[in-house]
């Protein structure tokens, strides 16, 4: 049930047009709006759901003719320094008896899940992310690695993605080389900017020259592939100093690169009060420094995967974009095939067959929930006929660009002839900005210029959307 385009497969290279950049188009589209990594969004989620309810999601899912495979996410929250555009659920702290009382409790909660799934539901995917995983001793992550394959059948298979996000200013080549023994073959690592300028303005300083050894050594160790993450919009940036960036990291070109737009929402998120507004590039300083990222990336070969990610040729990411089996969940971008997500610790998402679960994103309340024996659970969806239908449409969107109504109606029959009458109402507008085009009457393909703006395209389908009859001059500029 991740967001995936399994059931569709668009075939050749050709089929998807090389994205084109329209400042115009995306300064009038781009703005607020779910990423989709699901549908629906955690914001509907309720606390009418609880642990009785997971419990019988889990119970189905194993009893299905072939049950999925298992991916699990296991969220770090500790860091030991604060970078202040940060929206993430962390904690920060320099207390190592801290994180040691929490991998107690994460250690029973691996139990607890275990319990739930059949022994030949096998971990294809796992992923420690945060806060910052590298908080915790290598032993430490060795230990949990070790619970987590007595609980669940790890697989040896090479194709298993299990990853890692590191700090590299605290991580170590030797550290690198250890995780790499433990059983990680993919590693994601923060960057950001390696503008010195920007980095003191949002209190991160990394050295450039360490992180581009870091992503040598890594693949020098085997991991399969490397991710780094780069925010636009940050205080002091311009089109030039970002490029400059993106000019370093392409020395070493990392496999996978995403490229977020920052939100700055001092009201939602309090680290961000320590950014001065009057630092922050305008608008249209943002457009130029996305464009020329897009322009820069595509001059040195990377393929725009979709939203904010973009890969090397060679990436087995690209090669799921092109034949049609690029998946969608939590993390992002995924080259494998629907499994059902478990998520542990503080605030991580669960996806059980057609639930959302999410856990409590306070640390004292999920150590008196595992102390108690229970499901951490704070809230959570079961999805009704319509959330599946509306899944499927989106799924299709973001991961393959392309969607067959009729296939859809025929995976969720019966679905009535009308039943998008409205959406397709609405998607007129899109249409006549050359956002998407209609092979068919009842496949909608997203164009070139659409690429970059596929969250307004799901918009139209997301029915916890209201709906407006010209969503481009409500939507605000990125
Ligand atoms: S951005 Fe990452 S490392 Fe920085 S405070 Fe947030 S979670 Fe921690």
Redesign the pocket.
């Known amino acids: 049930m991740v967001l995936s385009a399994s059931l569709h497969h668009p075939g050749s290279l050709n089929e998807h047009p090389a994205p084109q950049f329209d400042p115009d188009l995306v300064r009038r589209y781009a703005g607020a709006g779910p990423r989709y990594t699901s549908y629906p969004t955690a914001l509907q989620f309720t606390k009418a759901f609880d642990a009785g309810q997971l419990k019988t999601f889990a119970q189905s899912s194993n009893e299905e003719l072939l049950p999925r495979d298992l991916s699990l996410y296991v969220h770090i929250p500790f860091?030991a320094?604060?970078?202040f555009?940060?929206a993430?659920n962390?904690i920060?702290t320099r207390n190592a008896r801290t994180a040691a009382d929490y991998l107690e409790r994460l250690h029973r909660e691996v139990a607890l899940y275990g319990g739930l799934f059949d022994d030949d539901r096998e971990l294809t995917q796992l992923h420690l992310g945060?806060?910052?995983p590298t908080f915790l001793e290598t032993a430490q992550i060795r230990d949990l690695l070790d619970c987590i394959g007595e609980h669940f059948p790890v697989t040896d298979d090479v194709s298993r993605d299990y990853s890692i996000e590191i700090?590299p200013r605290t991580v170590s080549e030797e550290t690198l080389d250890r995780l790499r023994e433990i059983g990680f073959n993919r590693v994601s690592m923060?960057v950001q900017d390696f503008d010195p300028v920007v980095q003191k303005a949002v209190h991160?300083e990394q050295s450039c020259e360490k992180t581009l050894s870091l992503v040598r050594h890594a693949r020098t160790q085997g991991f399969g592939s490397t991710n780094v993450d780069l925010i636009y919009g940050l205080p002091l940036q311009t089109a030039s100093s970002f490029t400059a960036t993106l000019d370093r990291l392409l020395e070493v070109s990392p496999d996978r690169l995403s490229i977020f737009h920052y939100a700055h929402l001092p009201h939602l998120f309090f680290?961000q009060r320590r950014i001065l507004e009057s630092q922050l590039p305008s608008s249209e300083e943002k457009l130029n420094i996305l464009g020329a990222a897009i322009e820069r990336l595509a001059e040195a070969g990377y393929i725009h995967i979709g939203m904010d990610h973009f890969a090397r040729p060679d990436d087995p990411l690209v090669s799921a974009f092109h034949d049609g089996t690029l998946h969608r969940n939590f993390q992002g971008y995924s080259t494998h095939a629907e499994c059902d997500l478990i998520g542990l610790g503080v605030s991580a998402i669960s996806h059980i067959g057609d639930s959302y679960s999410q856990n409590t994103k306070l640390l004292s309340e999920y150590q008196d929930g595992i102390d108690a024996g229970e499901f951490p659970i704070d809230r959570g969806l079961a999805l009704s006929r319509d959330d599946k239908i509306r899944q499927s449409v989106i799924e299709r969107l973001m991961c393959a660009g392309e969607v067959d109504l009729d296939e859809v109606s025929a995976e969720h029959r019966p679905v009535p002839e009308d039943y998008f009458r409205d959406d397709l109402e609405r998607l007129q507008t899109l249409l006549r900005d050359d956002l998407i085009t209609f092979p068919s009457a009842r496949i909608i393909r997203v164009t070139a210029k659409g690429r970059f703006l596929l969250r307004n395209i799901c918009m139209i389908f997301d029915r916890y959307i209201e709906p407006t009859a010209d969503i481009p001059r409500h939507s605000r500029v990125i």
């Open positions: 860091c320094t604060l970078c555009y940060c993430c962390k920060v945060g806060g910052t700090d923060g991160r680290p």
